[in-house]
């Protein structure tokens, strides 16, 4: 049970099931094609991020706490990042109308405050929105392999009381009614 290439594995699966989520169904977004009947080009060139590199980015991010975007592509609906942060409590709820967060915890652990209603909230820029508080909020400990799902339109805080190291996917876009 101790296999290191089964670890590597399951490390990244969750990932790549992530992106092929979010990019798998083209018609939860608006496809720039859409009515001229044809499939859309591929926004940007497909990437590999390999088990090793992963785990390199991670070993990083623990060394030096921070941030590591996995996918640098502008012109694809969604975000992948790594963070490694520690001692860390978000001073507001943040709530994000045009995108989801999907949370995998790789190492430590980190208390969610997500839900509710915000109680005097000012947006910060088109579809993004801080607030002191949410009122009805729910907290949740989410510890190494858990995975957190925050629809977007859900308020949410987190606060790291040592440390946690964590894969960020966000798909984004106009989702069709």
């Known amino acids: 049970m ?6 590597s594995f399951l490390r990244s699966a969750p990932m790549a099931a992530a992106v092929g989520i979010a990019l798998a169904d083209a018609t939860l977004f608006s496809p720039a094609a859409e009515g ?3 499939p859309p080009a591929a926004a940007a060139p497909f990437q590999v991020i390999t088990s090793q590199t992963f785990q390199d980015d991670v070993k990083a991010l ?7 975007n996995l996918v640098d592509a502008k012109a694809l609906p969604f975000t992948a990042v790594l963070t490694t942060e520690l001692t860390k409590a978000g001073k507001e709820f943040e709530m994000h109308e045009g ?5 995998q915890i790789l190492d430590g652990s980190a208390v969610y405050e997500v839900g509710g209603t915000l109680k005097d909230a000012r947006s910060t820029k088109p579809g993004e929105w801080l607030a002191p508080a949410s009122e009805g909020a729910s907290s949740v400990t989410v510890k190494k ?3 957190l799902v925050i629809p977007r339109g859900c308020p949410h805080k987190r ?3 040592e440390s946690v190291t964590f894969l960020l996917i966000s798909p984004m876009g106009t989702l069709k009614a």
Request: charged share 25%; aromatic share 8%; proline share 7%.
């Open 62 to 68: 623990q060394a030096k706490p921070g941030n590591t």
């Open 2 to 7: 101790n296999d290191p290439s089964r670890r």
């Open 145 to 147: 392999g858990d995975v």
């Open 36 to 38: 001229q009947g044809v």
């Open 99 to 103: 995108r989801d967060h999907w949370f």
């Open 159 to 161: 606060t790291t009381a």
